[in-house]
Antibody, heavy 115, light 106 residues
Framework: QVQLQESGPGLVKPSETLSLTCAVS????????WDWVRQSAGKGVEWIGR???????NSNPSLESRVTLSMDASKSQFSLTLTSVTAADTATYYC?????????WGQGLLVTVSS | SYELTQPPSVSVSPRQTARITCSGY??????VCWYQQKAGQSPVLVIY???RLPSGIPARFSGSNSGNTATLTISETQALDEADYYC?????????FGGGTTLTVL
């Protein structure tokens, strides 16, 4: 059974860059998409974007200009970078495996943007 | 942008049937998934492709989707079904989530 685990800083200063990594275990990274989703009280559940084994990426247009997604299948991990963060980016960030649905999720990582 | 609308809350008595709706323009033309999220936990997929049940999800959960409304139905509702439920679909390659419905089992 696939397991996902987010890692990264829990606190980021405004205007700085948020970088998160998701470690994947229990299943190969082939044949699926690997996504990031965030959840906040103000915006509910919001899809950030995905990276595929082929290397293709796709992002939510609302975040696209600030998001970079990448994968390192040799290390069984994928990553999210979000630049120029503000308080509005404070949320719990989840990584998830997906095809037509998000069938496995990480435990989530609360990231607070504050000085 | 595409939007999905859910009622903020639904209440049900134990062993009764709970129905949670999700509305969106011509939603019946898209596939809908449903997620259950208990307090302090990650979401769990309970229905995919409108009505398919993932492995390990009780058969008390079922789904339908037609017209502008998708419905998650929970039969013989139990206290352990208390949670937030989110619908989700795809629109032009973007995942869209509903605002969530809190199910209370009274």
């Amino acid at each position: 059974q696939v397991q996902l685990q987010e890692s990264g800083p829990g606190l980021v200063k405004p205007s700085e860059t948020l970088s998160l990594t998701c470690a994947v275990s229990g299943a190969p990274m082939t044949s699926y998409h690997w996504d990031w989703v965030r959840q906040s009280a103000g915006k509910g559940v919001e899809w950030i974007g995905r990276v595929s084994f082929s290397g293709n990426t796709n992002s939510n247009p609302s975040l696209e200009s600030r998001v970079t997604l990448s994968m390192d299948a040799s290390k069984s991990q994928f990553s999210l970078t979000l630049t120029s963060v503000t308080a509005a980016d404070t949320a719990t960030y989840y990584c998830a495996r997906a095809d037509h649905s998000f069938d496995s999720w990480g435990q989530g990582l609360l990231v607070t943007v504050s000085s | 942008s595409y939007e999905l609308t859910q009622p903020p809350s639904v209440s049900v008595s134990p062993r009764q049937t709970a129905r949670i709706t999700c509305s969106g323009y011509e939603l019946g033309d898209k596939y809908v998934c449903w997620y259950q999220q208990k307090a302090g936990q990650s979401p769990v997929l309970v229905i995919y492709q409108d009505k398919r049940l993932p492995s390990g999800i009780p058969a008390r959960f079922s789904g339908s989707n037609s017209g502008n409304t998708a419905t998650l139905t929970i039969s013989e509702t139990q206290a352990l079904d208390e949670a937030d439920y989110y619908c989700q679909t795809w629109d032009n390659g973007i995942a869209i989530f509903g605002g969530g419905t809190t199910l209370t089992v009274l």
